[in-house]
């Protein structure tokens, strides 16, 4: 398939969470004769609409979106299988005469289609997962190789990381390459979304107590009542974590636990930054200004060079 999609053009607006990124997608997708293909890791996933922050009926209605609802709650979803999916995508689309949206924040879901990683389907050993699991930080280290500790070196985040020491662990056992081969097929504009940091977090705030408000708590814990697993929920991270944590009686109250996430989300906010700011090829939009028209104009002068 991917003989058929080289050199086509597509389109990336990608953002923090709260950043507005999916409003700005729809609105530049419909004006530019678009489709979305979601880049959110937990969109993917049936159920949880409103923990994952999924856009509403109303706005999938708009334009035709990809990539959400399409998986399971608890089904194994790996990058490698996201990008299979995009490439199987793009030239469906191309086909229709529409143009290739990819909208999200998670950066290595867009990574892996806009820089083209070689990625491998790797079948990871569930007993050496748990052998690694029950171990500290310390004692992760201490299995590491030279070349995977100068790997995770590189990115002194994820020194503390643990699902990111034994994922490397297992990319060592496996003999998977650490840094992946890039091999990008794509011709790629990519549109940033974002605000003064203290705009963003109002924008958080508002965002979260939205969504409780809509009975985001009721989704989460009507799973874990109906025989969810606390550590796949856990393995979700961020909004998942803190709900469990609420559910399982570690928050005092809904405002401590409205509190503990919000400044969570921020902190995350902060490290997508972090990770987007690498990719000198992000132009970011100016969003107090016409953002619209800013961005129409690369996207013309993008596919109508």
């Known amino acids: 398939m991917i003989d058929k999609i080289e050199n086509s053009n597509i389109i990336v607006i990608l953002g923090t969470n709260a950043s507005g990124k999916s409003s700005v997608g729809i609105e530049l997708a419909k004006k530019h004769d678009g489709?979305?293909?979601?880049?959110?890791?937990?969109?993917?996933y049936r159920g949880f609409d409103l923990s994952s922050g999924k856009i509403t009926s109303e706005e999938a209605m708009i334009v035709p979106h990809h990539l959400i609802d399409i998986i399971d709650i608890g089904t194994s979803f790996s990058v490698a299988d996201y990008q299979s999916r995009v490439y199987d995508l793009v030239p469906d689309i191309l086909h229709r005469g529409h143009t290739p949206f990819i909208v999200g924040g998670t950066g290595l879901y867009i990574a892996s289609v806009t820089k083209g990683y070689v990625l491998s389907s790797e079948v990871n050993d569930t007993a050496f997962f748990d052998e690694l699991n029950k171990l500290t930080i310390d004692e992760l280290w201490e299995m590491l190789s030279p070349k995977g500790v100068e790997f995770l070196q590189k990115n002194p985040s994820d020194s503390k990381n643990r699902r990111r020491l034994i994922r490397v662990l297992q990319k060592e056992r496996n003999g998977t390459p650490l840094e992946p081969q890039k091999a990008p097929i794509f011709n790629v504009l990519q549109l940033g979304v974002t605000w003064p940091k203290d705009v963003l977090h109002r924008r958080i705030e508002e965002r979260l107590?939205?969504?409780?408000?809509?009975?985001?708590?009721?989704?989460?814990?009507?799973?874990m009542r109906t025989g969810g697993d606390p550590a796949y929920l856990e393995s979700l991270g961020l909004e998942y974590k803190h709900?469990?944590?609420?559910?399982?009686?570690?928050?005092?109250?809904?405002?401590?636990?409205?509190?503990?996430?919000?400044?969570?989300?921020?902190?995350?906010?902060?490290?997508?930054?972090?990770?987007?700011?690498?990719?000198?090829?992000?132009?970011?939009?100016?969003?107090?200004?016409?953002?619209?028209?800013?961005?129409?104009?690369?996207?013309?002068?993008?596919?109508?060079?």
């Open 35 to 44: 489709e979305i293909i979601s880049a959110d890791s937990r969109q993917i």
């Open 209 to 223: 107590a939205s969504r409780i408000e809509h009975g985001m708590i009721d989704e989460v814990f009507s799973y």
């Open 243 to 305: 709900l469990l944590w609420l559910f399982q009686g570690k928050y005092a109250s809904v405002d401590d636990f409205k509190s503990g996430l919000a400044q969570a989300i921020k902190h995350f906010a902060k490290k997508q930054m972090t990770w987007f700011r690498r990719d000198k090829s992000i132009v970011w939009l100016d969003m107090s200004g016409d953002y619209a028209d800013q961005a129409s104009k690369l996207i013309e002068s993008f596919i109508n060079p």
